[in-house]
DNA sequence: TGCAAATAATTGTTATACTAACTATATTTG
DNA sequence: CAAATATAGTTAGTATAACAATTATTTGCA
């Protein structure tokens, strides 16, 4: 019986395929929540967002960092916000290259506002999964994250 | 002992992140091996590409519905690839609305030639990951996807 | 048959991502 | 200390993605 290569072959050339499809209806579904309760930020401005709710101010390398954006991207991102009024850029007096990216008060009421609508979805995007089953998953995708470092 | 319930919230809380986050290396990763190889297609051409070279011409809806991409995207990518001249559209007699959207034999050859990088670029992401895991973790994110319909 | 609804594709707008090039400032080192 | 190098952030260009609106055509049904 010649199928068992075939097999392997053919789940390693679908699975890229279905991790990227999950990923991308995993953002849509946030992105829709968010529009659906009126919260005028896009998923990735939440991610900034939330990055920053930790406390102390952070430089923008920081946030990209953290967030796995690029700079350029953090930098459009910021914008954004920053026009929205949900952050603001301090001059950093230590090393003047950066800035101290900071939330305001604004913001902090944003992510008050908008975290419900965030954990609703994310019940219902794991929704039947037993927690065994979510460990597996996070230790699977970390692996093949290990392996495109 | 109080750190089940936490414990649970916070893997919630990760794994959408760690799911985006895997999803955008094996595309960076992917994206790079094409670069690399001079291949002068990005990774989403490639995949329209691919889905084309089952044989028989298809309409751009089709491509879309396959590719889980959506109809203006589709449109877009392949006027790349038809200023590439790697495919072709061509008006559909029995529908006017539609285009057969062809692979040129340009088109055929570019993915002769792109295959085995796209195979090795494979062998690395799931390199460690035995059969059954494989299996678990699409039935995983199977699961997630179809919680997001 | 005729008209409303559905379908295929395009265009426009906004946002995210990657690359490269650039400015300004800090750090290293010869 | 001065020159080379590195770092933080921005800007520009191209590609992908979602959404809405538009055009042309086909289908469904009264």
Redesign the pocket.
Known sequence: MPSALPKLAKTAEVSGFILERTA?RMK?FF??QLTLAAADI?I??WIVLQTLESGSAQ???EIARQTF??????????D?LEQKKLIT?EDDPN?????NVRLTIHGRQKIKDILPVIKQARLQAWHGLEDEEMSTLVRLLDKVYDNLK
């Open positions: 991308k849509q992105h829709a896009t990735d401005q430089s923008q390398y954006k690029d700079a350029p991207t953090v930098t459009r991102i910021l954004l850029r090393d003047r290259r950066r800035y």
